[in-house]
């Protein structure tokens, strides 16, 4: 984003998160702050990290590619389009259970991988 022009200011970095949901929560201080969000991801991943981010109270404003899909056909598209077929469905359970949790004030005792 630096590179394209965008301000340092106003480009941030979590680097605790394991996981899109950690990501989404983790972000969360900054992204309430900035009231508009333009998510920067990989192409396969974008639909679902702007889920996790409207999931996590911050609505995504914007998406953008950080990588084409216009990559040659290979495994690594393959793999790609696998892998999101499985975290989609496994993004949404983790997000229902610690909602859930959340709402019986049982948060605290789930186990630190859930969202991992």
């Keep these: 984003a630096i590179a394209e022009g965008i301000p340092p200011a106003a480009v941030s ?3 605790r998160s394991r996981s899109t949901l950690e990501n989404a929560l983790f972000s969360q201080p900054w992204t ?4 508009r969000l333009v998510l920067v991801t990989s192409g396969f991943h974008a639909w679902r990290g702007a889920a996790s981010m409207a999931w996590a109270g911050t609505p995504v ?3 953008c590619q950080s990588t084409a899909f216009d990559r040659p056909f290979s495994r690594y598209v393959v793999r790609d389009f696998m892998l999101e ?8 359970a983790r997000a229902a259970l610690w909602s859930l949790a959340g709402g019986l004030g049982l948060r605290r005792h789930l186990p630190d991988w859930i969202l991992a």
């Design 13 to 15: 970095a979590e680097t």
């Design 61 to 63: 404003a914007a998406l």
């Design 85 to 92: 077929g499985i975290k989609w469905p496994t993004n949404v």
């Design 32 to 35: 309430t702050e900035a009231g």
